[in-house]
């Protein structure tokens, strides 16, 4: 499954961030997630949608129902955006660390 | 609340240097990246380097300069998504410059994460991450108001 959506924007909204809570304790079906919000089922159904994008969520079948459950690669791909940035901005800084020693040098030798 | 990454960085030269290496676009292409920033407020850019299709970023990174105080502060955003037109990260650096006796303090902020404020600690303050995911991702989700 390729990621369409960027989990940190899926996970910026609190109807999703509940959904998300209710299955760390157990997977469920769309249906039994539904019965715990005031908005309707299909505007249910359009969040698990969201999270399911961005890999959040996996959906089985199960009979006549929808299971959902955590996928745990979909929180690896945050913390890998996480750690991606960290190592980015030291290695750039490190290389503007050069480039400023670079400069006093040249500056030195005019 | 958005609060994420922060690194802190010492140089040995005095903020002006620092300064000159973080808006001067020539040389922010030595060190960072290709770009056409010019230090306005309100200018918008854009940095180039090479995509990377695993994290849904095509290689192009969008920015808009909001705030400028020479020598000491830049601001501006950060975005980036799978192809143009589709923004997934959209963030806000922060640079701030600090002078010290023998050189500068910098401090780099990259922020705007939304919703993650100790999900983001928690990633970085503990190992083994994987075991408990939900546990302790319901743990997180409970603390992020």
Redesign the interface.
Known sequence: MR????P??A??DPSR?QI??M???DKQSINSLAGNFEMSRPAVSKHVRVLYEAGLIQIKDQGRERLCE?R?DG??D?????I???QF??E??Q??????NQ??NINEND | MQR??I?K?F?A?PPE??WE?LTDPE?VN???MKNDFEPVVGHKFRFHTKP?PK??FDGVVYCEVLEIIPNQKLVYTWKG??EPGII???TLLTWTLYPEADGTK?V?E?TG????KN??AS??MESG??KG???R??KV??E?K
């Open positions: 990621n369409v959506l960027d940190f924007q996970i910026a961030r998300l809570m299955l760390t304790k955590l745990q929180f690896d945050i913390k890998n955006w996480l991606f940035f960290d901005w030291k750039k800084l290389n503007l660390e050069q480039l400023l400069r006093i | 994420d990454l690194i960085w140089f030269h240097k620092v290496c040389l030595q060190w960072l990377i994290m849904s998504g799978p997934g990260l959209d910098l780099l990259h994460f939304k919703g993650f999900f983001i990633v970085f991450w994987k995911i939900a546990r991702f319901g989700l409970g992020m």
